[in-house]
């Protein structure tokens, strides 16, 4: 089993929508989640980051964490076309002492149709 | 201020020939990352350095040799290359000190193929 689980997708979304990606992880002491966002053939690009349960909010993004269910979330509303993009799903492990050892699920592909 | 840089943008090697990937960043960070992307499968950390002297393995070290040159440079080498290296190498580094909600910057990456 791998350690993040993300479905690879591609997901299509109509623009205006709400898109809803979803990330599992395997090690229940994981200390802190983070999404992360990847255009084809560049980078990628920090989003949000959440380490405590429950959503948080930034712009039209909200993230959300159930430890107990080892499931984060990221919602996007009001999908817009430039939000096409692969999205990462990444973990830290504990243990992870003195560096952001980043265990990253395989991602999962978002296209928003106009 | 140009973030974290990578060179060479594009390489092509043959089966046993030897590289250097190489990594700059200028945001005085302490922890510098060297990733691989391959399709389907995520990135997967390679080596890290928490501090300048220090480096570590990550999850596929083997077949890769790092160096923390100094604060801001962190090189990747492959001493004998292989076709399974065929990928995209991302270098990244955090603020220091690495905690568990920093952001990780990336540098634009090197797509290599090896032959």
């Known amino acids: 089993q791998k350690e993040v689980e993300q479905n690879s997708g591609p997901l299509s979304v109509p623009e205006g929508a709400i898109a809803s990606l979803n990330c599992t992880y395997s090690?229940?002491?994981?200390?802190?989640f983070f999404w992360y966002r990847q255009y084809s053939g560049k980078s990628p690009e920090l989003i949000m980051f959440?380490?405590?349960?429950g959503d948080k909010e930034d712009g039209r993004f909200t993230a959300q964490l159930n430890k107990a269910s080892q499931y984060v979330s990221l919602l996007i509303r009001d999908s817009q076309p430039s939000d096409s993009a692969t999205y990462l799903c990444a973990v830290m492990p504990p243990g992870a002492q003195g560096a952001q050892k980043l265990v990253f699920g395989q991602g999962t592909r978002l296209t928003i149709n106009p | 201020n140009a973030g974290v840089t990578q060179t060479p943008k594009f390489q092509v090697l043959k089966t046993g020939q030897s590289m250097t990937l190489q990594c700059a960043q200028d945001m005085n960070h302490n922890s510098m990352y060297w990733y691989r992307q391959d399709p389907g499968m995520g990135l997967r950390l390679i080596y890290y350095?928490?501090?300048?002297?220090?480096?570590d393995k990550g999850e596929v070290p083997n077949g890769y040799n790092v160096s923390r040159l100094n604060k801001r440079e962190f090189s990747l080498r492959l001493e004998s290359a292989a076709p399974s290296q065929t990928s995209v190498y991302f270098c990244?580094?955090?603020?220091?000190?690495?905690?568990?909600?920093?952001?990780?910057?990336f540098g634009p990456g090197t797509r290599l193929t090896v032959l």
């Open positions: 090690d229940r002491g994981s200390q802190s």
């Open positions: 959440i380490y405590s349960n």
């Open positions: 350095s928490a501090s300048e002297g220090t480096t």
């Open positions: 990244a580094s955090s603020e220091p000190p690495a905690g568990r909600t920093d952001t990780q910057y």
